[in-house]
């Protein structure tokens, strides 16, 4: 939990329109919110805070949601998350299953699907 006693969540996605929309929503939800455009700043802000859940695209520029994802899963291994994507392969998709991922969602995201993932 945050300092304001809200439960924190973690969007990554290089789309920046995306995070706007997802924090916006999100934090109606009454989550705090972080946002991430790349692998790299996630790490790190999941070595400064307690999470809990993970938003996280799969195409990304420079370190993607796949190798993120194992990173995370190194470093928190209970870390939820929950990958979003919009262009995975059916191999890509069975890699981030062996990982390990609470679940799927597909772009652009439905938000029940979102709501029904999210913890309480």
Do not use: Q, W
């Not at 998350?81 to 890509?92: F, H, K, L, Q, R």
């Amino acid at each position: 939990m945050s300092a304001r006693g809200k439960r924190r969540v973690l969007v990554v996605d290089d789309d920046e329109g995306i995070c706007t929309t997802m924090a916006d929503i999100l934090d109606a939800m009454n989550f705090d919110v972080n946002v991430a455009n790349d692998g790299y700043k996630a790490i790190e802000l999941v070595e400064v805070h307690e999470f809990a859940m993970t938003l996280m695209d799969v195409r990304m520029p420079g370190l993607d949601g796949l190798e993120t994802l194992k990173r995370l899963r190194k470093k928190k291994p209970s870390l939820k998350v929950v990958i979003m994507t919009a262009y995975s392969s059916p191999d890509t998709l069975d890699e981030i299953k062996k990982i390990g991922v609470d679940g799927i969602l597909a772009k652009p995201i439905n938000f029940t699907e979102l709501f029904r993932l999210m913890p309480c």
